[in-house]
């Protein structure tokens, strides 16, 4: 398989070192939290100083974040203006409103989509519509499930036609049949499209992901449940592909230790790519090229000329409620260089006066060797805290990625070092 290498720009979310907590949205707690910071940041040689403001609220189902962010320029005396320029901007001050949870019967989330799946995620998975802390959007998710059948939809802009995700399910036996496990028997259609990607309406670019699936539950028990499943995918006017696989879901008494873990076998036809909508879309979509011409994602489907096999598998879970964890890893048979590793971790409490997180993606993998190196295939972030009181931390972030420069046309290396004073106070609501 030959696919063109595309520069890769991927989460940052926003000052806070909060937003670990996005990797996690199984794991969204039930009580209201509030942060702050106060600290410096360096944005392309520019001195900053950086004052963040995120309360997490939350009262029962309900919950909400904020997000205001100021960076002050060291140099000049001014407030770093590309952050306020249009009126969108003072609305992303509130980062999300949500009702529920994903997986309960009614979910819905506006602003912030930090990772949007919708079913198994063959088509989309882990997708963020906050690419970059410069090109943050305002999404929709809204799922409700009514017992005989529900739906899933994602909307990545509120304020702009551009992704529209949607997935249908019936479970035809549940009323006919009302047996354990067999009642549960799902069959579902999913459909996801890009109406934009090329960001200019001129142009006829459309990309649109359909697809089915069948989801066959294994074992159902108060501590531990399974479920096997399949999938088929086609992208409109290029290729397809078919998973199966099986989630195991562990829950050591609620609060000690719970576990998700997800292995896939996958068949990939040419033109074909699993979860096309993920965690690197929106950088992914489009890129503009040194002679001012786009190079879109669909267009690398065509240099995907071979049919072929591959693995997924990911884990994700937390030990009393402390350590929490997500990692995933997939891989072609036989293709070199065609690894591509997520991880995320975060341990606010297990070790006293200490907290850390960190975050990590990579592709062309091969070998061990090319796991954990900082070039232009992986996005890095890294912090570490001092606990100075409960309720106030001394913290420094380290943040590597990628960033748009108009002038050259093409995505640079960024790297962002913010050491900040952060407050952090939980609350019962």
Same mark, same amino acid.
């Given at each position: 398989?030959?696919?063109?290498?595309?520069?890769?720009?991927?989460?940052?979310?926003?000052?806070?070192?909060?937003?670990?907590?996005?990797?996690?949205?199984?794991?969204?707690?039930?009580?209201?939290?509030?942060?702050?910071?106060?600290?410096?940041?360096?944005?392309?040689?520019?001195?900053?100083?950086?004052?963040?403001?995120?309360?997490?609220?939350?009262?029962?189902?309900?919950?909400?974040?904020?997000?205001?962010?100021?960076?002050?320029?060291?140099?000049?005396?001014?407030?770093?203006?590309?952050?306020?320029?249009?009126?969108?901007?003072?609305?992303?001050?509130?980062? =999300?409103?949500? #009702?529920?949870?994903?997986?309960? $019967?009614? !979910?819905?989330?506006?602003? +912030?989509?930090? @990772?949007?799946?919708?079913?198994?995620?063959?088509?989309?998975?882990?997708?963020?519509?906050?690419?970059?802390?410069?090109?943050?959007?305002?999404?929709?998710?809204?799922?409700?499930?009514?017992?005989?059948?529900?739906?899933?939809?994602?909307?990545?802009?509120?304020?702009?036609?551009?992704?529209?995700?949607?997935?249908?399910?019936?479970?035809?036996?549940?009323?006919?049949?009302?047996?354990?496990?067999?009642?549960?028997?799902?069959?579902?259609?999913?459909?996801?499209?890009?109406?934009?990607?090329?960001?200019?309406?001129?142009?006829?670019?459309?990309?649109?992901?359909?697809?089915?699936?069948?989801?066959?539950?294994?074992?159902?028990?108060?501590?531990?449940?399974? =479920?096997?499943? #399949?999938?088929?995918?086609?992208? $409109?006017? !290029?290729?397809?592909?078919? +998973?199966?696989? @099986?989630?195991?879901?562990?829950?050591?008494?609620?609060?000690?230790?719970?576990?998700?873990?997800?292995?896939?076998?996958?068949?990939?036809?040419?033109?074909?790519?699993?979860?096309?909508?993920?965690?690197?879309?929106?950088?992914?979509?489009?890129?503009?090229?040194?002679?001012?011409?786009?190079?879109?994602?669909?267009?690398?489907?065509?240099?995907?000329?071979?049919?072929?096999?591959?693995?997924?598998?990911?884990?994700?879970?937390?030990?009393?409620?402390?350590?929490?964890?997500?990692?995933?890893?997939?891989?072609?048979?036989?293709?070199?260089?065609?690894?591509?590793?997520?991880?995320?971790?975060?341990?606010?409490?297990?070790?006293?006066?200490?907290?850390?997180?960190?975050?990590?993606?990579?592709?062309?993998?091969?070998?061990?060797?090319?796991?954990?190196?900082?070039?232009?295939?992986?996005?890095?972030?890294?912090?570490?805290?001092?606990?100075?009181?409960?309720?106030?931390?001394?913290?420094?972030?380290?943040?590597?990625?990628?960033?748009?420069?108009?002038?050259?046309?093409?995505?640079?290396?960024?790297?962002?070092?913010?050491?900040?004073?952060?407050?952090?106070?939980?609350?019962?609501?």
């Amino acid at each position: 398989m030959k696919k063109r290498l595309m520069t890769l720009v991927v989460m940052l979310l926003c000052l806070s070192f909060t937003n670990l907590y996005s990797q996690f949205p199984a794991l969204e707690g039930d009580q209201g939290m509030f942060y702050g910071g106060l600290g410096m940041a360096t944005i392309d040689d520019e001195s900053f100083l950086a004052i963040n403001l995120s309360p997490e609220l939350s009262l029962g189902k309900f919950g909400a974040g904020l997000s205001i962010n100021l960076l002050y320029n060291t140099d000049n005396g001014a407030i770093r203006s590309v952050d306020w320029d249009e009126g969108y901007d003072w609305a992303r001050l509130i980062r =999300y409103v949500r #009702y529920g949870h994903k997986r309960d $019967n009614f !979910y819905t989330r506006v602003g +912030a989509l930090d @990772a949007a799946r919708l079913g198994h995620g063959f088509i989309m998975n882990y997708y963020t519509n906050q690419a970059s802390y410069d090109q943050r959007k305002l999404g929709l998710a809204l799922d409700y499930d009514f017992g005989f059948g529900g739906f899933e939809t994602v909307t990545s802009n509120l304020g702009r036609s551009e992704i529209f995700g949607g997935r249908v399910f019936v479970r035809p036996l549940r009323s006919v049949l009302p047996i354990p496990i067999l009642k549960d028997i799902a069959f579902g259609a999913t459909l996801v499209s890009d109406v934009d990607p090329d960001k200019k309406r001129d142009t006829g670019d459309e990309v649109t992901e359909y697809g089915f699936d069948v989801e066959v539950p294994l074992l159902k028990m108060p501590m531990f449940d399974s =479920y096997a499943y #399949y999938d088929y995918a086609k992208i $409109n006017d !290029y290729g397809s592909g078919s +998973a199966v696989g @099986a989630q195991a879901n562990l829950t050591v008494i609620a609060g000690i230790a719970e576990a998700t873990a997800r292995l896939e076998r996958r068949w990939l036809g040419d033109k074909f790519l699993p979860s096309y909508f993920n965690a690197f879309y929106e950088i992914e979509r489009f890129s503009p090229q040194e002679d001012e011409s786009i190079f879109r994602k669909d267009e690398s489907l065509a240099l995907i000329t071979d049919d072929v096999q591959g693995v997924f598998g990911e884990l994700v879970g937390h030990v009393f409620n402390t350590l929490h964890l997500v990692g995933n890893f997939q891989r072609l048979d036989d293709i070199k260089n065609s690894g591509i590793l997520h991880l995320a971790a975060e341990i606010p409490d297990a070790v006293p006066k200490i907290a850390a997180h960190a975050t990590y993606d990579r592709r062309s993998i091969e070998t061990g060797k090319d796991l954990f190196k900082l070039d232009d295939d992986s996005v890095a972030r890294v912090g570490i805290g001092y606990k100075i009181k409960p309720y106030l931390l001394l913290f420094m972030d380290y943040i590597y990625t990628f960033q748009f420069d108009e002038e050259a046309n093409k995505y640079k290396a960024q790297e962002r070092f913010e050491p900040k004073v952060s407050f952090v106070y939980n609350f019962g609501m």
